[in-house]
């Protein structure tokens, strides 16, 4: 009964207060984007370890890197919820929430290359879905500049779509036609977002950042003429590598620019 009473109590000043909440307008921030383009470039990633571990390769550990890639995408989805967004951002992001739990569901199983496509299908809705929810919480910060942090974050999430799709490739579980077309899409609009990016006004872009953004466009060549080659042999461990070395250049460019950004 005193239980009852105090949850009697708390419920009442809860409903007292909550209509504040909703009332105050919240927009995102400069950490709503960075949780956001983290869980889509995540999302990528998970398909050449996947793709890996199905093949039985074990050099590099992909089990554990999957399983880490996983874990923080999890921890960066929490992260998101618990900050206060405007009624319709909040919307996207349980929306986005509901597609990647059931992702996640399929992720607890061993991999099976005859599961594997499907995954790889829900994966790349789920990547476009983030973008869009990502571009959405840059503008909703109300700094034109978050727009840029985006792009860079595209970028990289363009390199592990195309490592993912390789080992996909690679493993057998995705046809001809359906591949070079996934490839032929995500080099345009690599090209796209690199091109806004470097036309991008110093005020928004830096220099500098544009000068390691035309580094890293020279070793991502090296994923153009892999994903393009039509010999039939396949180097997935390669992909891969080149892949995470791009992942972590470009974390180090995102805090450069987010670091321009708050300034």
């Excluded at 099976?112 to 869009?132: D, G, Q, R, W």
């Excluded at 990502?134 to 490592?163: F, S």
């Excluded at 010999?231 to 620019?257: D, M």
Aim: glycine share 4%.
């Amino acid at each position: 009964m005193k239980y009852n009473v105090v949850k009697s109590i708390r419920g009442s000043a809860l409903s007292m207060v909550l209509p504040l909440f909703i009332m105050a307008e919240v927009h995102a921030s400069a950490e709503d984007v960075h949780h956001i383009i983290d869980i889509c470039t995540s999302s990528e990633r998970i398909l050449k370890d996947y793709a890996l571990v199905g093949m039985k390769i074990t050099y590099h550990n992909p089990k554990k890197d999957l399983e880490e890639t996983v874990a923080r995408l999890d921890k960066d989805m929490e992260e998101l919820e618990k900050h206060k967004l405007t009624k319709t951002l909040q919307d996207e992001e349980v929306g986005l929430q509901k597609e990647w739990l059931e992702i996640e569901e399929n992720l607890t199983h061993d991999p099976v290359k005859a599961s594997a496509l499907t995954l790889h299908h829900h994966v790349n809705i789920f990547a476009k879905h983030c973008e869009v929810l990502a571009e959405h919480l840059a503008q909703d910060t109300g700094n034109p500049a978050e727009h840029y942090v985006v792009l860079i974050a595209r970028l990289n999430l363009n390199v592990q779509e195309l490592a993912g799709v390789y080992t996909m490739k690679a493993w057998g579980t995705i046809g001809d036609d359906e591949y070079y077309k996934e490839v032929k899409d995500v080099l345009e609009d690599y090209t796209k977002t690199y091109d806004e990016l470097i036309a991008a006004k110093s005020n928004m872009v830096s220099e500098s950042v544009k000068s390691k953004l035309k580094t890293l466009k020279k070793q991502f060549m090296v994923f153009e003429y892999m994903a393009e080659s039509k010999s039939g042999r396949y180097v997935p461990l390669l992909i891969a590598k080149k892949a995470n070395k791009i992942h972590e250049e470009t974390t180090k460019i995102l805090k450069e620019e987010e670091s321009e950004v708050e300034k």
